[in-house]
């Protein structure tokens, strides 16, 4: 027979043990602390603008000629903005008579806002920018009547968008 002393001992140890796994079992106790910080940004008010090319093709005096090109402009949402087209290269042009050149030798035509080519495209009103591309149609037309020498006219206009 074990003695008191040898019983207690084991029991002791056997309490212990069951101890030790209950507390390798219980979860460990998390601590937190936590912080804030600012997010910040400037949006700086932009637009970009960008055109296609206008081609008249082949223009036979006895009647007019007419073609259209567009003028695509992009801006940061309601920023405002106009949009204008120069009077281009040729010598003596404007905004209202504008001229393709063939050395020394012009050609008119001109641009206007319309189908019916009756507004001249110079400054459309403000508008105020989407965020999304916003595509304006510029109609051209060479007027009949125009004799000139026979060969490739050319001038370039300059889309500028002023916010």
């Known amino acids: 027979m074990k003695s008191a002393k040898t019983l ?3 029991l002791s140890a056997a309490v212990l043990g069951i101890a030790m796994l209950c507390l390798a079992t219980a979860p460990a106790q998390a601590a937190t602390a936590t912080a804030t910080f600012a997010v910040t940004a400037t949006v700086q008010a932009t637009c970009s603008v960008s055109a296609t090319a206008l081609a008249f093709g ?3 005096p006895t009647a007019a000629s007419a073609n259209t090109a567009t ?4 801006c940061t949402n309601s920023t405002p903005y106009t949009l204008g087209l120069n009077a281009g290269l040729g010598t003596g042009a404007t905004v209202t008579n504008r001229l393709m050149m063939n050395g ?3 050609l008119g035509y001109g641009l206007f806002t319309d189908a019916a080519h009756t ?3 110079a400054t459309l009103a403000s508008a105020n920018g989407t965020g999304s591309a916003v595509v304006t149609t510029v109609y051209g037309q060479i007027p009949a009547g125009s004799y000139v020498t026979p060969g490739s006219y050319s001038d370039t206009i300059t ?5």
């Open 8 to 10: 207690l001992s084991t």
């Open 71 to 74: 003028v695509t402009v992009t």
């Open 104 to 106: 020394a030798v012009l």
């Open 119 to 121: 507004t001249n495209f």
């Open 159 to 163: 889309a500028t968008v002023t916010y």
């Open 58 to 60: 082949t223009y036979i």
